[in-house]
């Protein structure tokens, strides 16, 4: 089992800890398994740092055996009651849920292969809901008026499909997370494709198309931007210039100019799409780390501050910035973010119950709802043609649509 895959899991559960990182691992049943299937890919400290629900337990170690941790399927009960006995969740911040004019409903879909781990959702323009299976090695898709579900496996077993995206010609492509390449699959007959990378682009993360068809994706940990031309599979890589920095999410101005934020740095960066050379703008705060950003229909840039609680904003134009402190508080870890007929949307990830809040550039006021399932974290959101929003809910097996109120 690839070791980032693992550390990326892992991520959330060290943010939100509220139990000592250095606690061992109490004597009970199920402790010897754990310390067998558990800590060849990762340091024990990832597990002692964290509590959780029984519920969470459960789902988390499904995830877990999906992505090739060597417990058997009738270990799975003794491995989940020894983590839920030894560490009980803590004290998890509450969600604030603020009233407002706005209506949405939801529509949620659990997602049919155990322990997937849908990572990024992907509304195409035939109305589907696609989903990115991470760690069940899948591509999922979702019929939104019958809830019927359909899921593609691609050929390469563990590639943890990541980041989701669809061409002008109805292809849904993807990144590779855990084996280095970006996929390509054509869901009418099935097919997929792959577009290698260089060795040291190991983690592609986000894909983004241009208005001219050019692909453009972030590479997390190794530290690099890159672009691939489909008409030739030409591929082009740049470092970040800051180390670590981390590139994470990505948007596309109206220019055709691409824009990622940095989760290792302070930081968002532009990418110049004929030199590739990167330009980037230093947030106010030192301790920013944002990690998904969005883009209004006027070229503004929106960032949520997932280490501080902050929805942030910065005009590339002037390099002026501001900041709003979020609804439930500086652990509410805002995540998926959106732009959608002149407002802002997001998640907090890390409250009970996950929100979507929606925020007014215009009155800079703030209105949350709890999304009903609980949200699991929401790494990623996205806006739908017709002005809905679809997320995918992680650590709850679970996709939604969100139709918002005219």
């Given at each position: ?315 590339p134009k002037t390099g002026a910035m501001k900041e709003w402190p979020s609804p439930s508080g500086p652990q509410a870890q805002p995540y998926g973010i959106t732009f959608l007929d002149g407002a802002i949307w997001y ?60």
């Open positions: 089992m690839p070791r980032t895959s693992l550390i990326g899991l892992f991520t959330a559960m060290v943010f939100c800890s509220t139990v000592s990182a250095q606690r061992p691992l109490p004597a009970g049943n199920g402790k010897a398994l754990v310390e067998t299937a558990c800590t060849t890919c990762h340091a024990i400290t990832l597990i002692t740092g964290a509590g959780h629900t029984p519920a969470e337990w459960k789902l988390l170690v499904e995830r877990m055996v999906a992505a090739g941790a060597e417990v058997s399927k009738d270990q799975i009960p003794t491995v989940t009651e020894y983590l839920t006995k030894a560490f009980p969740e803590g004290n998890v911040p509450k969600a604030v849920i603020i009233p407002g004019p706005a209506k949405v409903s939801f529509k949620e879909w659990t997602v049919p292969t155990i322990g997937s781990r849908p990572h990024d959702p992907l509304a195409t323009h035939d109305g589907y809901l696609w989903y990115s299976g991470q760690y069940a090695n899948v591509l999922g898709r979702v019929d939104t008026k019958t809830g019927e579900i359909k899921e593609f496996h691609p050929p390469t077993k563990g590639s943890g499909p990541h980041g989701l995206v669809e061409d002008k010609d109805g292809k849904v492509w993807f990144t590779a997370n855990s084996k280095g390449y970006i996929g390509k699959l054509d869901p009418k007959n099935g097919e997929f494709s792959e577009y290698k990378l260089p060795p040291e682009a190991r983690d592609p993360h986000t894909p983004l198309f241009d208005q001219k068809g050019t692909l453009w994706f972030t590479v997390q940990n190794a530290n690099k931007v890159g672009r691939l031309k489909p008409a030739t599979g030409d591929i082009k890589l740049v470092d970040s210039p800051t180390k670590p920095s981390n590139p994470y999410g990505m948007v596309v101005d109206t220019k055709g100019t691409p824009y990622y934020c940095e989760f290792g740095a302070p930081k968002i960066a532009a990418i110049n799409p004929d030199t590739m050379a990167i330009h980037e703008w230093t947030l106010p705060n030192p301790a920013s780390r944002p990690r998904r950003i969005a883009i209004t229909s006027d070229d503004i840039i929106y960032y949520a501050d997932y280490s501080r609680g902050f929805l942030g904003r910065l005009d998640s907090e990830s890390a409250v009970k119950p996950n929100t979507l809040v929606r925020f007014d550039p215009k009155t800079e006021k703030f209105q949350t709802w709890a999304i009903p399932a609980g949200g699991g974290v929401v790494r990623n959101m996205m806006t739908t043609k017709d002005g809905n929003i679809v997320m995918a809910e992680s650590a709850l097996n679970t996709v939604a649509l969100v139709t918002v109120g005219k």
